[in-house]
């Protein structure tokens, strides 16, 4: 399995980025894949993430809502994050995540993606 995350660089404040990820290789099933972020001297935390077990309900970060947009492919092989209105504190490392079952008789399996560097500055 693996989590191909691209869709990283520089971008300016109260500019648009978007981060896209995919998962691929052998996959069962997958219940929920999203976005995590860790930027220097921080934990890595939750910036967003979709159940697909559970009507694609979303979970956002506090400091995200109302800026950033999670959301799937008809697949459901996919996530993208629009990021909008990005500030500076929004600088990390973003980190795709997915919750899922390689093959009908395994348990379900956390999966990272490689990390791709978001940084907001003018």
Do not use: H
Request: glycine share 10%.
């Amino acid at each position: 399995v693996q989590l191909q995350a691209s869709g990283g660089g520089l971008v300016q404040p109260g500019g648009s980025l978007r981060l896209s990820c995919a998962a691929s290789g052998s996959i069962w099933s997958i219940n929920n894949m999203g976005w995590y972020r860790q930027a220097p001297g921080n934990q890595r935390e939750l910036v967003a993430r979709m159940s697909f077990t559970n009507s694609d309900a979303t979970t956002y970060a506090d400091s995200v809502k109302g800026r950033f947009t999670i959301s799937t492919n008809n697949f459901k092989n996919s996530v993208f994050l629009q990021m909008n209105s990005p500030k500076p504190e929004d600088t990390a490392v973003y980190y795709c995540n997915a919750l899922l079952r390689p093959s009908y008789k395994s348990l379900l399996t956390n999966y990272w993606g490689q990390g791709t560097l978001v940084t907001v500055s003018s």
